[in-house]
């Protein structure tokens, strides 16, 4: 980068501007440091504009607390924080290194059975979440949790995961002895596979609910087995768990649904402790 600052200084600065436009928000802030000139070519709009998302005023219209800036660079990075939009009931984020996008559907945005029957779900506010309202199970014997989104939103030619994000409580019972089915589906593209919703470290409490149910268990293993066995939740940076549903590849100008489901294997044994955020979208490296 140095060399080529080099051989560049005597460019105009809009045209290093155009140049650093086709690179990438990472390569753009190393690029400052290389001479004045890239400095403030690094710093201007047409830089940042290019890697705002092509609909970046429609997301910034729709956001729940305004946002304040003097300059596309610095709209880009406030949007590197997760931001909530369409009432607060998605959340919003650019990758600081590529721009690409990442949104999360709250549980609100969800379509999770029984959940308008207080017998089964309750929606409560917790301080841990982005959102104003979560989805608590009480207790159900079917578990079924969907979710969609449009791939025109979301950056092209980027493969990316579907992450359930939930918490486990210490006090939650009847959810790992079965496995739940996880898909994700996109056109012809479709990823399956099998899923735990365990606390790491619960294998005392697994063993004694598999004795439990053992039956059910047993008429189920042959089918986990087949499928390459089940995905457990792994722990997050900010105090939640998530377990990755699957993936998709979203090519270019692509605009098709994203259909992501998380649903219980027939058991219909009774379950609850299980508190659901949301689904997020973000690239896979």
Same mark, same amino acid.
């Given at each position: $980068?140095?060399?080529?600052?080099?051989?560049?200084?005597?460019?105009?600065? &809009?045209?290093?501007?155009?140049?650093?436009? !086709?690179? +990438?928000?990472?390569?753009?802030?190393?690029?400052?440091?290389?001479?004045?000139?890239?400095?403030?070519?690094a710093? +201007?709009?047409?830089?940042?504009?290019?890697?705002?998302?092509? @609909?970046? *005023?429609?997301?910034?219209?729709?956001l729940?607390?305004?946002?304040?800036?003097?300059?596309?660079?610095?709209?880009?990075?406030?949007?590197?924080n997760?931001?909530?939009?369409?009432?607060?009931?998605?959340?919003?984020?650019?990758?600081?290194?590529?721009?690409?996008?990442?949104?999360?559907?709250?549980?609100?945005?969800? +379509?999770?059975?029984?959940?308008? @029957?207080?017998?089964?779900?309750?929606?409560?506010? #917790?301080?841990?979440?982005?959102?104003?309202q979560?989805?608590?199970?009480?207790?159900? &014997?079917?578990?079924? #949790?969907?979710?969609?989104?449009?791939?025109?939103?979301?950056?092209?030619?980027?493969?990316?995961?579907?992450?359930?994000? $939930?918490k486990?409580? @210490?006090?939650?019972?009847?959810?790992?002895?079965?496995? +739940?089915? #996880?898909?994700?589906?996109?056109?012809?593209? #479709?990823?399956?596979?099998?899923?735990?919703?365990?606390?790491?470290? &619960?294998?005392?409490?697994?063993? $004694?609910?598999?004795?439990?149910?053992?039956?059910?268990?047993?008429?189920?293993?042959?089918?986990?087995?087949?499928?390459?066995?089940?995905?457990?939740?792994?722990?997050?940076?900010?105090?939640?768990?998530?377990?990755?549903?699957? *993936?998709?590849? !979203?090519?270019?100008?692509? @605009?098709q649904?994203v259909?992501?489901?998380? $649903?219980?294997?027939?058991?219909?044994?009774?379950?609850?402790?299980?508190?659901?955020?949301?689904?997020?979208?973000?690239?896979?490296?």
């Amino acid at each position: $980068m140095e060399a080529m600052g080099i051989g560049m200084e005597m460019l105009p600065e &809009d045209c290093v501007s155009t140049i650093l436009a !086709n690179t +990438s928000p990472l390569d753009a802030c190393r690029s400052s440091m290389v001479s004045s000139t890239f400095r403030s070519a690094a710093a +201007s709009d047409v830089v940042w504009d290019g890697f705002l998302p092509a @609909d970046y *005023e429609d997301v910034v219209s729709r956001l729940l607390t305004p946002l304040t800036f003097t300059s596309k660079k610095k709209l880009f990075l406030l949007l590197c924080n997760p931001v909530l939009i369409d009432g607060g009931k998605k959340s919003f984020k650019l990758e600081k290194s590529s721009g690409k996008v990442s949104y999360m559907l709250s549980a609100r945005e969800l +379509s999770i059975a029984w959940s308008n @029957d207080p017998m089964h779900w309750s929606w409560r506010s #917790i301080p841990e979440s982005r959102f104003s309202q979560v989805a608590e199970l009480r207790t159900t &014997d079917w578990l079924e #949790i969907r979710g969609k989104i449009r791939t025109e939103i979301l950056s092209p030619n980027t493969t990316y995961g579907a992450y359930l994000v $939930m918490k486990i409580y @210490d006090r939650a019972y009847g959810l790992d002895p079965i496995p +739940s089915e #996880i898909s994700v589906a996109v056109g012809n593209q #479709i990823s399956k596979g099998t899923a735990y919703l365990r606390r790491r470290g &619960d294998g005392k409490k697994q063993q $004694m609910e598999s004795l439990f149910y053992r039956n059910r268990v047993e008429m189920l293993r042959n089918r986990v087995q087949e499928e390459g066995g089940g995905r457990v939740p792994s722990e997050r940076g900010d105090g939640w768990m998530e377990i990755e549903l699957g *993936e998709f590849f !979203n090519g270019e100008a692509s @605009d098709q649904e994203v259909k992501m489901s998380l $649903m219980e294997i027939k058991g219909y044994q009774l379950k609850g402790g299980l508190v659901i955020e949301g689904i997020e979208l973000r690239p896979k490296d």
